[in-house]
């Protein structure tokens, strides 16, 4: 074979090598968490009834694809390489079908799967969409070059089908098929593909209880029902320009060279990929994930590197802070503004309460853990089941002894891979009591939950809840500093004079001291009959921060000095 | 492989897995009842139910002998008890007035065991069609997929008859007109929300049931037994969150009223006895005859101190043809509990009601049990043959007053299931039987959603989906005027 052929045969593979290890570099390293999120909110079973039930709708098949292919997303790696390979998979489909066109149009085929990765910084853009347009490309593939009545009636019989199996992106197949008749001279096929095309969805309106909107745009396309999967609907678009132009027949296809021309367009193109990323969602999933794993120490060596500031982001520092014991001390040597760090507003969606539904269950919440997560999974968009929800509520039921309820939840956690072996050790441990008072974690959790003393949860009253928590069970340490903190975030002195002295404690934290010295000084002019100990330097330091602050000295010459006290952070932040 | 080589393996495979299933052969004699899932042993069941498809808990496999008094009988072997339907409702034909006697053996690991064969009772006392109820997620405040459905009680198919993957909203308190489909009422809540009202088979119409004059959109409604009239409560709703583990969820009214909706009209009428200031009148429905209007009242109560003072008693008012009495008549007062869906029995005989320690939402407590009244004898008793430990709560009547349906959460304390027990004329009930399923163990553990407000339907409900949809969708609404009762 002369070179030149040599090099025509491997370089389209070498150039789909390159673009799947660069797609999976790029997302395994800007967006891990993204691929981890997408994971989390789905819970695929291997079962025939599962199976049924996801792929008895239009694009149920490619939905059940995309969640078999997601669930390996709980691995970062793992999901970045499954997206480069779909992506992949989509550029090789491409290159082949606009092999008989100019050889400068080979190099565009990487504008496709380049706009779909760009649409995928877009988190809840589910994979239906570019798993339903690998099966049309792949499908259309089946049909190049070929012609006859036969393979037209063939080809049109499958449209149907197809929009069942892939979904409305199944009309790449059919624009496909028809721009294959035009050139044909098949003007009747051509007319036959598009009509049929257009009746599927309005005949699955008829079927299936979804909304015309729906059944055009996608039915699980994209995460909330009502918002188009706008993307990979452009990369459809230009696959299709794409293989109309390929379709033109050229007397000569152009030197070898020509099909590094689409490197003026794809380079810039690529470039833009790192706007698609949200880096500010990337944190939060960040955290929400090293929350999830207890990764404690990995959440405060991040927030020495980068300070959160957002409530989610500092609620689970903060957390983090309670659990590894340096709350009392270390807390305000990082960004704190008010309660809602603490514990963030409930608000109705499907992300923002899992992780207070975490610092609930840490604390002993069972029922408000349970409240919460249980929201989390009624509010995912899409209707699906959360695996990570099934597993918290799993365990809350089974602290609550509620056998009946755990095996329901633990039951489809057997049917899927990763969460197997966890589930079916814990059906092991239903309605056996001792082994579950012995368990490192749920024994403590049943001694910490209150029982026998109800009352009703409220939002606005958190240190009185976290108090009663403290007062059933004094070995919950964390409801008691969780509890000193909310008061302290809420700048409310008086009510930390009061529940600071439930806990007796050989040395007063730093912190402690700082607010109990503020509290003494609005109404004392000295320390001499302060009643908690404290050191010269302390009281000094104080009224240096106070004259500091009289003297309306600039806040940034302050926060040099004091910017790690509670003082600073009681007379700056918060307001 | 060439075809004949094929059809010896699928042979092979056949004759295997025959003879691997081990027949039933001296099986160890227990004398004692067999445990199965759902407990169908001494229930009484109409002729025209679905097959009582069960597993015995923790067997391999089973084989049973179904025998009715005429000597037919059906062999079922299997992982779980899966009776043919056809056989089934022979069986069930010829049995009625009588029992079918259900001979188990059952596999375990250390081989086959007969049980002692029990009787199910079927009545001569048919049902009806079937059932529509809502099935959603026994949640908070947030759900996810749910609509209403309806189910064929002499098979197993369920439809959905609307499901808000075609809106983005809610689906609740469906009601008929005595079973009658052609009388129908249906909220929607959320961004498209609104009641659907089709009386007498005809359109279905959007409407808009709030007034300045009401508290809000109007709730339980319960059709006038003529079908002109809708009674329907307004409620400001309000839910809270128990710490304590044995409760989860309180869902308590700070306000509610009454009002009768006139189709003919269009007019929400309202009485002063139905509109008092400090009482919370709520939970409609009519007597058969038409003449009164029962409902449920407490005194208002301060949240959430008093919360567990809030028992509702049951009363009524005369109702003529679109005028509501000024006299409210006590029925039950609010003595030892509160009381809850006051429901008549179409024959006039029975009031059904459910009774907890406090409240009206009785599906988070536990304590809430179903009691009929005798409307003869005005004395009410708890229907302990049909009662659990967990909350019993919302209950309708066969059109025939023969057979009533409710939900109960016996089954995981959670998931409202649905039962179904015989009431005689003279108020004895039968042991209730769980809604019948296929593989009812996988059905019912695979079920995360609760079934809500079951109502008897006589026949197939016509609701055109894709026309409901797009009502939904639309923004016109049909507003309600208002007057005061004369």
Known sequence: ?575 | MRPFLKHICYLAALCLSVLSCKPCRNPQQTGCLPEIFPDYAGVTIPANIAPLDFEVSGAERLEMEISAPDGQSIKVRGPWADIPLKKWHRLTAAAKGDSLKFAVCALFEDGWKAYRPFGIYVSPDSIDYGLNYRLIAPGYELYSHMGIYERNLSNFEERPLIENTGFIGCVNCHSYCKGDPSFMSLHIRGDHGGTLIRSKGGELEACNTSTSETLGSCVYPYWHPGGRYIAYSTNTTRQAFHQSPDKLVEVFDLDSDLQVYDTHTNTLITAPSIKREGILETMPSFSPDGGRLYFTAAEHQPIPSGLTQVRYGLYYVDFHDGAIGSEIHEVVAPQEGSIAFPRPSYDGRFILYTKAAYGNFHAWHSSSDLMLLNLETGESRPLDEANSPDAESYHSWSTGSRWIVFGSRRDDGLHTRLYISHIDPDGRCGKPFMLPQKNPRKYYDCHLRSYNVPEFVLRPVEFDRVKAEKIINRPERKAFSFRWSD
């Open chain 1, 1 to 575: 074979m002369i070179k030149s052929q040599r090099i025509e045969k491997i370089l389209p593979e070498a150039a789909s090598l390159l673009f799947f290890a660069a797609m999976m570099l790029f997302f395994g390293l800007s967006q891990p968490y993204h691929i981890h999120y997408r994971e989390q909110y789905q819970l695929f079973q291997w079962s025939w009834d599962y199976f049924r039930a996801v792929a008895s709708c239009p694009g149920g098949l490619a939905d059940w694809l995309s969640r078999a292919l997601v669930q390996f997303f709980y691995y970062a790696w793992a999901g970045a390489a499954i997206i480069a390979a779909i992506l992949t998979a989509i550029r090789m489909l491409l290159r082949r079908l606009c092999d008989n066109g100019w050889t400068f149009l080979r190099s565009f085929t990487f504008i496709p799967p380049l706009i779909i990765a760009f649409g995928l910084g877009d988190e809840n853009l589910m994979l239906d969409a570019p798993v339903g347009l690998l099966l049309s490309l792949g499908l259309l593939l089946c049909f190049k070059n070929r012609s006859g009545r036969t393979s037209e009636v063939a080809g049109e019989i499958l449209i149907p089908l197809l929009y069942m199996a892939a979904g409305p992106v199944s009309a790449v197949y059919a624009f496909g098929l028809a721009i294959s008749a035009i050139y044909r001279k098949s003007p009747v096929s051509a007319v036959a593909d598009i009509v049929l095309m257009a009746l599927c969805p309005i005949a699955a309106h008829y079927i299936f209880p979804y909304p015309l909107q729906r059944l055009v745009q996608g039915i699980h396309y994209h995460r909330y029902p009502l918002l188009p999967a706008l993307w990979p609907w452009i990369a459809a678009a230009a696959s299709l320009i794409l293989i109309a132009v390929a379709n033109i027949r050229v007397k000569r296809q152009g030197p070898l060279w020509h099909s590094l021309l689409g490197l003026l367009v794809i380079v810039p193109l690529a470039a833009q990929l790192p706007k698609s990323i949200d880096k500010d969602k990337e944190e939060s999933m960040k955290y929400d994930f090293m929350v999830r794993m207890r990764q404690w120490n990995k959440i405060m060596m991040c927030a020495d590197r980068d300070m959160p500031s957002k409530p989610m982001t500092v609620s689970c520092l903060n957390l983090a802070l309670a659990m590894s014991g340096r709350i009392t001390d270390h807390q305000f040597e990082y960004f704190q503004n008010g309660p809602d760090g603490l514990f963030p507003t409930f608000t109705k969606d499907f992300t923002s309460p899992l992780p207070t539904s975490e610092i609930f269950y840490h604390l002993g919440m069972i029922n408000s853990s349970r409240h919460y997560t249980y929201e989390v999974q009624e509010a995912i968009p899409d209707f699906q089941k959360s695996a990570r929800c099934h597993k918290r509520l799993a365990e809350c039921c089974l602290i609550d002894g509620e056998y009946k309820l755990a095996a329901k939840y633990l039951k489809p956690l057997t049917r899927t891979i990763f969460y197997r072996s966890w589930a079916l050790n814990a059906l092991n441990l239903l309605g056996d009591e001792e082994a579950i008072n012995a368990h490192p974690e749920y024994g403590p959790a049943r001694q910490k939950r209150i029982s026998g003393n109800d009352f009703f949860f409220s939002d606005t009253e958190m240190d009185s809840m976290l108090g009663l928590l403290y007062v059933h069970n004094n070995d919950n340490t964390l409801a008691y500093t969780m509890m000193s903190s909310y008061v302290l975030l809420s700048k409310n002195l008086d009510r930390f004079v009061e529940v600071f002295p439930i806990k007796k404690w050989e040395r007063i934290p730093d912190v402690y001291q700082q607010a109990l010295m503020l509290w003494w000084s609005r109404d004392h002019s000295d320390f001499n009959d302060y009643p908690w100990p404290c050191s010269r330097q302390a009281v000094e330091a104080l009224a240096k921060f106070l004259r500091m602050t009289q003297n309306g000295s600039n806040e940034a010459v302050v926060k040099r000095e004091f910017g790690r006290s509670y003082w600073y952070y009681y007379f700056y932040r918060y307001r």
